[in-house]
């Protein structure tokens, strides 16, 4: 049985490239961006007036000069006009160009206006103060968006503000998500005492939309024609097979064996951790096959654990090792890796995790208390102190 880092390595020596699309920005959200995005123009493309007011040329007012002729209005939206006379003032408002011949904008706050005149009510005046400085932000040509970053409502605004009406981003793999077993019902039925509803699935489906994944779904009964029959059209048509069940040790667990039957190659089955021990991994020329063990935390977790990471490195984005201080001692004794459900909190800058008690694997309603995983490492140790730092997988 391989350790988990070791299946983690194997995983992401498995990757795929799903290639680029070009899609309508607004639609990007949430996506890889495949291209840098540079700056069509200066941000601000031309000095930017910053507050509605007057704007006149500070020389004057370091003369003394307090009362300013009104030469002229400057709307937003305005190609820029000139201030014929220096000692004038024009009004201006935000998000106009500042006038030719002005350098100085003062707020209408600190002004009495009258139609012809503006005087200027205080004496605290800087040179270039109320303007957006064209270039200031940023230099045409600059690049403001790397390739590979995850689109979110931030650079949507600059995808707008540059003109990139479709965008290029990673296209999202085509994932069938699997269910297995002959006691699960679906959702919109009542099941009988002997059965339940099944759940991995839409766990499954909820934590690929988090990665804007669109998977489809499907559930085969405990029959190893039917499974093998299914599974050799799904693995000529998805670049994604996610299963729940069937890959233990139990007579119907038919998945390793039929995997092993249509060719797929099985790069390793059962990892030493709990929960999700028996996951079992392979792949062919144009698909990649995780085989959950069925109860729902080990689905859950395994998800997390190695496709998101697998997932963001097929695309081109690193995934950031988060981690958290134990708040109470904890006894673990299977020489395994441990991912215990905990509830995450924030203090000071710090990230605490305190273990939640769930009632093993096939727990899931303890899922909906907790807001993550802690990785407890595998060791000969028992015993795992308050106050001990451990990596994370939040989920919430
Ligand atoms: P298996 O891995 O097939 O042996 O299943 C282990 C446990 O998980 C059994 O109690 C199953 O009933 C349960 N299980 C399997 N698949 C699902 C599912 N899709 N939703 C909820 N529970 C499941
Ligand atoms: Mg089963």
């Known amino acids: 049985m391989i350790t988990v880092e070791e299946a983690k390595h194997i995983i992401l020596e498995n990757t795929q490239?799903?290639?680029?699309?070009?899609?309508?920005?607004l639609e990007a959200a949430g996506r890889v961006l495949k291209e840098d995005i540079v700056a069509d123009r200066d941000f601000p493309p031309f000095n930017r007036v910053a507050m509605d007011g007057i704007a006149i040329n500070h020389r004057f007012f370091e003369?003394?000069?307090?009362?300013?002729?009104?030469?002229?209005?400057?709307?937003?939206?305005?190609?820029?006009?000139?201030?014929?006379?220096?000692?004038?003032?024009?009004?201006?408002?935000?998000?106009?160009?500042?006038?030719?011949?002005?350098?100085?904008?003062i707020r209408y706050e600190d002004v009495s206006v009258n139609t012809l005149m503006a005087t200027v009510n205080i004496d605290d005046i800087t040179e270039n103060q109320n303007i957006h400085a064209q270039g200031s932000d940023?230099?045409?040509d600059t690049i403001l968006i790397k390739k590979n970053t995850i689109i979110s409502?931030?650079?949507?605004?600059?995808?707008?503000?540059?003109?990139?009406?479709?965008?290029?981003v990673a296209k999202q793999p085509k994932v069938l998500i699997v269910s297995t077993g002959d006691e699960l019902v679906d959702v919109n039925k009542n099941?009988?005492?002997?059965?339940?509803?099944?759940?991995?699935?839409?766990?499954?489906?909820?934590?690929?939309?988090?990665l804007k994944i669109p998977a489809e779904t499907a559930h085969i009964t405990d029959e190893k024609s039917v499974l093998k029959e299914k599974i050799e059209s799904y693995l000529k048509e998805y670049d994604v097979l996610l299963f729940s069940g069937a890959v233990s040790k139990g007579k119907f667990d038919f998945l390793p064996e039929v995997l092993?039957?249509?060719?797929?190659?099985?790069?390793?089955?059962?990892?030493?951790?709990?929960?999700?021990?028996?996951?079992?991994?392979?792949?062919?020329?144009?698909?990649?096959?995780?085989?959950?063990?069925?109860?729902?935390?080990?689905?859950?977790v395994n998800c997390l654990v190695?496709?998101?990471?697998?997932?963001?490195?097929?695309?081109?984005?690193?995934?950031?090792?988060?981690?958290?201080?134990?708040?109470?001692d904890i006894s673990f004794k299977p020489n395994l890796t441990c991912f215990?459900?905990?509830?995450?909190?924030?203090?000071?800058?710090?990230?605490?995790?305190?273990?939640?008690?769930?009632?093993?694997?096939g727990d899931l309603a303890s899922l909906v208390e907790a807001d993550g995983f802690i990785e407890l490492p595998k060791t000969e140790e028992v015993e795992f102190k308050k106050g001990s730092v451990f990596p994370i997988i939040r989920y919430r």
Not at 17 to 25: A, C, K, R
Not at 84 to 100: D, F, I, Q, R, S
Not at 281 to 296: H, I, K, M, S, W
Not at 306 to 328: D, M, N, Q, R
Request: positive net charge; hydrophobic residues 35%; aromatic residues 10%.
């Open 17 to 25: 490239d799903f290639g680029i699309e070009e899609i309508p920005f």
């Open 191 to 210: 099941p009988l005492d002997h059965q339940i509803r099944r759940s991995n699935v839409y766990t499954l489906v909820s934590l690929l939309n988090n």
């Open 306 to 328: 190695y496709f998101y990471p697998w997932y963001k490195k097929s695309v081109g984005v690193s995934s950031v090792k988060k981690t958290a201080i134990l708040t109470e």
């Open 138 to 140: 940023k230099k045409k």
């Open 340 to 361: 215990l459900q905990a509830k995450l909190t924030s203090e000071k800058g710090q990230v605490y995790a305190t273990p939640i008690q769930g009632n093993g694997s």
């Open 153 to 168: 409502a931030a650079e949507i605004g600059v995808l707008a503000t540059v003109g990139k009406a479709t965008v290029k």
């Open 260 to 300: 092993d039957e249509l060719d797929v190659q099985k790069l390793f089955h059962r990892v030493s951790q709990r929960p999700g021990k028996p996951f079992w991994f392979g792949t062919t020329d144009n698909c990649n096959v995780f085989a959950f063990p069925g109860n729902p935390v080990s689905t859950f």
């Open 63 to 105: 003369y003394g000069v307090r009362d300013f002729k009104i030469e002229g209005i400057q709307p937003a939206g305005a190609p820029q006009q000139t201030m014929e006379n220096a000692a004038h003032c024009y009004e201006v408002m935000t998000g106009a160009v500042l006038p030719n011949n002005c350098d100085t904008v």
